[in-house]
């Protein structure tokens, strides 16, 4: 059976391609029979598995049936950890996002920080799947990080309670007038039922239709294609929603907004809150709506991920996650490398650190895809001359009781922005007079 499967694939390479596999198989005898301890052979294929699949991108991968069960945990349970995503760097553990209302978004964890040690035991060296492990745990129990942050002259440790982190992939609530909807992750196959749940909610809350809609999409990492198509299609009529290209120039699906139901926000102002850890599905929402001028796009410039990843199924265990497309907003753009740019750059003052905190994004990561149209990372973070507004600092905040700037300023820009507009004196002076 197995021959049946490869023969076809062995028949189409050219006669390179069978030196090149002879020459693997000759290594592979080699370790097999030579190495200084007995390898385990199920070991030495996944690793060249592993091995073929990262010289591609950063996103392809092979899933066993460890992965596997940890994507289904994603999607559809929960666990005992910190609310933690992370990646390899080098060796050493780096955090992607930290989860909001859990653990490690409590204690102020950020995109950017290193992991060097758990429980005083040096991580350098290990796998991620070994690093995963060990922050993983049983609620209740405790767990001591070492962070390196940059900007910082020295290490400082972070001591944790790890809690049942269950998925909910969106928050809601209402201030000043406004209807704030934080949406998390689009890992969930609800996501979408969860943002129109909020939205009425919001509703019910006020007794009619808030002044607007904060969209907070910071620090989401992504997740289901189907799920950032339908959380758009929610605040659309029509139009684009996304295109996926594939290697051939035929290759082109598009997904359109469906005009029944209508926007549920029934048109009221928009604001989608963005920052470098938005990825991903994230970008697909914050672009269509950018390109479809449904909402103004506020924050800092998106991680860049603008690759589309299918899990193809290998046996009853195992499957391979492989980057099979890019995707485009609307106006065409390609999100890869350069992300989105928000319409209006609201740094987050309230944090202390923000100034010095490199920020992690798909063109840090080694062998990411290459955006056809170059992006200058120096001139999309450029700041040009001080901006007056944005002048305090995370101390002159807290005297004032701003916790999150951002969130602050896209709630006021809201209001402002549902003001009814003042009547000129010609306009107005029959009923009202000259003012």
Request: neutral net charge.
């Amino acid at each position: 059976m197995i021959v049946a499967t490869i023969a076809p694939a062995i028949g189409a390479v050219d006669v390179s391609t069978y030196k090149e596999l002879d020459q693997f198989m000759s290594v592979f005898e080699r370790v097999r029979s030579d190495y200084v301890e007995k390898v385990d052979d199920r070991t030495l294929i996944k690793g060249a598995i592993d091995g073929m699949l990262a010289s591609l991108d950063p996103h392809s991968s092979y899933l066993d049936a460890r992965d596997r069960q940890n994507m289904r945990t994603q999607t559809q349970g929960a666990y005992g950890g910190l609310g933690l995503s992370v990646t390899m760097e080098d060796g050493a553990v780096k955090i992607m996002t930290a989860q909001e209302d859990t653990p490690a978004g409590r204690a102020g964890l950020k995109t950017g920080d290193y992991i060097t040690h758990i429980d005083s035991k040096l991580l350098y060296g290990g796998t991620l799947d070994e690093a995963v492990d060990q922050m993983r745990g049983k609620p209740g129990s405790k767990i001591l990080l070492t962070i390196v942050r940059p900007g910082r002259e020295k290490p400082f440790d972070i001591s944790l309670t790890r809690e049942l982190i269950q998925m909910k992939p969106v928050k809601w609530e209402v201030k000043d007038q406004v209807g704030i909807i934080n949406i998390n992750t689009f890992v969930n196959a609800n996501t979408g039922d969860s943002v129109r749940a909020a939205i009425a909610g919001i509703q019910k809350s006020l007794g009619h239709d808030p002044a607007g809609y904060v969209i907070d999409l910071r620090s989401n990492p992504g997740g289901l294609l189907d799920q950032a198509i339908d959380v758009a299609d929610i605040f659309l009529d029509r139009g684009e929603i996304v295109s996926q290209r594939g290697r051939e120039k035929n290759d082109i699906e598009r997904r359109y907004a469906t005009a029944s139901p209508p926007d549920l926000a029934h048109g009221l102002p928009i604001i989608v809150l963005v920052d470098a850890g938005s990825a991903s599905a994230a970008e697909i929402v914050a672009g269509a709506l950018q390109d479809q001028k449904r909402a103004l796009v506020m924050g800092e410039r998106t991680f860049g991920k603008g690759s589309v990843q299918t899990v193809i199924d290998l046996s009853d265990e195992t499957a391979l996650k492989l980057t099979t497309a890019r995707y485009y907003t609307p106006s065409g753009r390609s999100v890869q490398e350069g992300g989105i740019k928000p319409d209006l750059r609201v740094p987050q003052l309230s944090d202390a650190d923000y100034k010095d905190r490199p920020r992690l994004r798909e063109s840090d990561l080694r062998r990411h895809l290459i955006n056809e149209a170059k992006v200058d990372d120096k001139v999309l973070e450029d700041d040009g001359k001080p901006d007056p507004r944005f002048q305090l600092t995370a101390a002159d905040l807290k005297k004032q009781g701003i916790e999150d700037f951002q969130l602050d300023y896209a709630v006021k820009t809201i209001a402002r922005m549902a003001q009814p507009p003042l009547r000129t004196a010609q306009g107005g002076a029959k009923k009202t007079g000259a003012r």
